[in-house]
């Protein structure tokens, strides 16, 4: 089946991300908010970086006009029933999705096929819920969509290999490179990077070093763009704190455990980025400072 139409659920950083990207893929795409603000928000954001890409010169105005042409907001879930592809991008948050996944279940065709791009929570808890467990995969992209060229295809043990190969010929299509990982914890990426996290929120927590130094040593010392303590701001403290509950339930591996630092500075609301203050104040977000907390 040639995959068209793309209806996408959440247009948030990762939703209005993926938009983006399907649209520059070719595809015609439908995305689907909880209420009129967050999808004029939403939608903003993929005007404005498609603004940039003009301002770049990597993309003409017409040329601009024309993929937003192909993209059409809804608050309605029945309007994504005549999709190929679902990709799911909404809070982290297991019933929620599976709620969504129900009704599109019974109002998409037999064969649309269902995607989510959670990053820790088990695909097949929600492709057993579908009639559709065959049709159904994790399709995980990287924070900021558009820059990030890799794709996780997770496979369940029931993925069909011709839908496998389909969702693989669709993240070429978004000119992204797909890695096929197995439905555990963690994925590949995650379950690599969230214990070196981890550790690296322990070190502070143990007063090993201060903020600054570990993100410089990292940074200065093994090559990496980004300090592990701002990259958990950057990602989202209670975003890594809920993965790492999910990867210890499923290893039972203490390098899994959120330290009692990440736990309380999730419980205080310092997520990091999206709520202006984790490990550094973002209230320039060009310009982040390290927290003075007594941690
Ligand atoms: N942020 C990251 O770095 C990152 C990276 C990879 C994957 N993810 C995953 O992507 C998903 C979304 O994360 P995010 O960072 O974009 O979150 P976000 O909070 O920025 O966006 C979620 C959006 O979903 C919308 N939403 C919630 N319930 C909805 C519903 N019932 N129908 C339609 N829209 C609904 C919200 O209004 C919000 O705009 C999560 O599963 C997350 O784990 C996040």
Redesign the pocket.
């Given at each position: 089946m040639a995959l068209k139409k793309v209806g996408i659920?959440?247009?948030?950083?990762?939703?209005?991300g993926i938009v983006q990207v399907v649209l520059q893929g070719g595809y015609e795409v439908i995305v689907?908010?909880?209420?009129q603000e967050?999808l004029a928000?939403?939608v903003s954001n993929v005007n404005a970086s498609l603004e940039k890409l003009v301002k770049k010169e990597r993309l003409t105005q017409e040329q601009k006009a024309d993929l937003i042409k192909h993209l059409k907001g809804t608050l309605e879930?029945e309007d994504l029933a005549d999709c190929d592809l679902i990709i799911?991008?909404?809070?982290?948050d297991l019933e929620?999705?599976n709620?969504?996944f129900k009704v599109l279940d019974g109002c998409c065709r037999a064969d649309t096929i269902f995607s989510?791009?959670?990053?820790?929570?088990s695909v097949t808890r929600m492709a057993a819920e579908t009639s559709r467990k065959e049709r159904f995969a994790g399709l995980?992209?990287?924070?900021p969509a558009p820059v990030m060229p890799l794709v996780e295809i997770i496979k369940t043990i029931s993925l069909a290999p011709e839908v496998l190969q389909e969702l693989q010929t669709f993240a070429k299509n978004l000119k992204k490179f797909p890695i096929v990982a197995k439905d555990n914890a963690g994925f590949i990426v995650n379950l690599l990077l969230t214990p070196f996290l981890l550790d690296a929120i322990r070190a502070v927590g143990n007063s090993v070093a201060g903020v600054t130094d570990i993100d410089a040593g990292i940074k200065l010392g093994l090559g990496h763009p980004v300090g592990p303590l701002m990259l958990a701001d950057?990602?989202?403290l209670n975003?890594i704190c809920?993965?790492a509950d999910t990867m210890f339930e499923e290893y039972k591996d203490s390098r899994y455990a959120p330290p009692p630092l990440l736990r309380k500075m999730v419980i205080m609301g310092y997520h990091g980025l999206?709520t202006g203050k984790g490990f550094y104040d973002w209230s320039d977000s060009k310009n982040p400072v390290p927290v003075q907390l007594d941690f």
């Open positions: 659920l959440g247009c948030g950083a990762m939703g209005s689907r908010e909880m209420d967050a928000s939403g879930l799911e991008a909404v809070f982290e929620t999705k709620a969504l989510t791009n959670t990053s820790s929570l995980h992209f990287f924070y950057m990602i989202g975003l809920k993965a999206k």
